[in-house]
């Protein structure tokens, strides 16, 4: 764990994930490093696929870069995806351009024993060298978020296959529910180790992405999610106490919100379904609420950025908070609409 | 309005929805007259399109009462579909077998002036005579419900053009409010228009379907939703004080449940994903809750069944409560199921 500098400590971002309330709310997007970047489908085209870019340093760190230079962010996530944390455990992961992830699913106890948690940071190394290659050269001020998936979510895709397929999981539980424990049980093991070291080698927050939160129906949410994520939060907090860990149930429940904030986390992100206001009541007064902003607002640009931004800040008045979307930014969106959000924020 | 029997308002259903609280709680499902009956996969083949289906009053009154035959189920729905209304506001719409409905999508107000609402109802006459017929032919304690996409659904459709395309409307939204307002008070008046009709050949209630209600962000769900169903049921409690209207915004945002709940409706649909002791401090003590087993047990079967009915009567006690699943069954559903289901709650 690198030691954490002041310029850093005094970032708008860390000091909101600290609970403070700043006057000008941090910004970040997530999918910041993306497709509706130029500079961003210029470096892409160097890797031969999307898991060789994230698996080259050098290019993970150029795209992780991009944004900041841009826009001047006041967060950096590095480049990577949630499921190298699969292809790390031995399953196959590939990309199909304009279809998203596929994964060979597993089917069955069998093929769940062909993974192993032990291959995992050996094969992430390249993770690794990009992490110490952004300490490096990431500006002093600005914050790298690292970051895994939740165990529901990274296991709704090794059991699925792919994106549509977030019944799967939930189908199976109803079957074989003891099959879908160790499969979560397998990612949790797995994320804990990937963290624990994305820690050592200097990221200065975590986020949790539980993408799939909303398709776990209510008599699951404890098994699925919340049981996974405590035994990851609980081990982080043992190895790094001081580490601000962002929890991001993508989800409109509040009852789901409510019981992550109930996690030892510094902040819950918000999903734009979900109302700001009706999210302030599901959490504690010293934890930061992030979001929530309407990705298509990215896309249809105009002065509904200004409303919107000014509608999320009232209605944060005398809370922690980070400016972000409720979800990744698109690649149809435009640059200009993330200019006019900044320009929103910060006049 | 045809007059109301007593074997009618003693059953569980109406009871419930009059505030009751049941020992037993009626059950019935969306979709009940679906893909997952042989019987009605041979009906199916009679008519060419689903539209003709829909239109065609002895099939739709067959495969409304199908389900009544085999099951006994405690309500009966008319067969027919949300996307009537576009159709018969002369747009074009038509189905696509194994990927769902298809409209012409409304691009502006030239496409929207093209649309006649004084059309209406001249052509769902079939519709009207298929609830003559199932009020001639289904049991005399069965009530029957009519229905329509509440306003923000049928849009969605209307400007999107399809499934799939949730965002179009939102999109269009933050562009050019004026035109989306104007095509949601064009489906508004045409079902306003439908259900008094419906109400006049003598259906027992009315279920509004806001099936994209969570597609539509906080700031938005006031206009998209609230309103037009605050003046749909305005209209009705006029019409008819007595019909008991439910409705169903599909969504896990428990704000958008507790706005809904605050329009006078005897009952609310509850997704799947919204738990049921969430949505019951949602609404108003004599508001019958409906929901909201997960469609997927009635794929897998087994004693899951009744673990979920058990849990759902459990939360439910004291609270007038109509047992039905949180969204549609499936196809790929079993009969054995249903069968199992059916059991469970009645012993």
């Not at 480049?79 to 590939?94: E, H, N, R, T, Y």
């Not at 992550?260 to 599901?282: C, D, F, H, N």
């Amino acid at each position: 764990m690198t030691g954490r500098n002041p310029e850093l400590q005094s970032s708008l971002f860390l000091r909101s994930l600290a609970g403070e309330v700043t006057s000008i709310p941090p910004v970040w997007l997530m999918r910041q490093a993306g497709r509706y970047l130029p500079e961003y489908r210029e470096t892409r085209k160097k890797a031969k696929t999307f898991l060789d870019l994230c698996y080259t340093p050098e290019l993970a760190i150029e795209v992780t870069l991009q944004p900041i230079r841009r826009f001047g962010f006041d967060a950096s996530i590095m480049f990577s995806d949630i499921l190298v944390v699969p292809d790390a455990l031995g399953q196959k992961v590939w990309f199909v351009e304009g279809e998203g992830p596929k994964l060979e699913p597993l089917k069955d106890e069998t093929d769940l024993a062909k993974l192993s948690v032990d291959r995992v940071l050996a094969h992430l190394d390249p993770v690794f060298q990009t992490i110490r290659g952004l300490k490096q050269s990431l500006p002093a001020s600005t914050p790298l978020i690292g970051f895994c998936g939740a165990p529901h979510t990274v296991a709704t895709y090794m059991i699925g296959g792919g994106s549509g397929t977030q019944s799967e999981i939930i189908r199976r539980s109803y079957e074989a529910p003891g099959f879908v424990r160790k499969v979560i049980d397998q990612a949790t093991e797995a994320s804990i180790r990937y963290l624990k070291r994305q820690i050592d080698e200097g990221v200065d927050a975590i986020q949790l992405f539980e993408s799939w939160a909303s398709a776990v129906p209510p008599a699951l949410v404890e098994d699925h999610i919340i049981a996974p994520l405590r035994r990851i939060v609980t081990a982080l907090k043992a190895y790094a106490p001081q580490m601000p860990i962002l929890a991001f149930p993508r989800t409109m429940a509040s009852e789901v919100v409510r019981a992550t904030a109930q996690l030892p986390v510094s902040a819950i992100s918000i999903e734009t379904g979900l109302s700001l206001s009706e999210a302030r009541k599901q959490v504690g007064q010293k934890q930061a609420l992030q979001g929530n902003l309407d990705p298509l607002l990215m896309v249809t640009g105009g002065d509904a950025i200004d409303r919107a931004v000014d509608a999320a800040r009232a209605t944060m008045q005398g809370h922690p908070y980070i400016l972000n979307l409720g979800h990744g930014i698109t690649p149809d969106a435009s640059i200009a609409s993330v200019e006019r959000l900044l320009k929103s924020v910060r006049g």
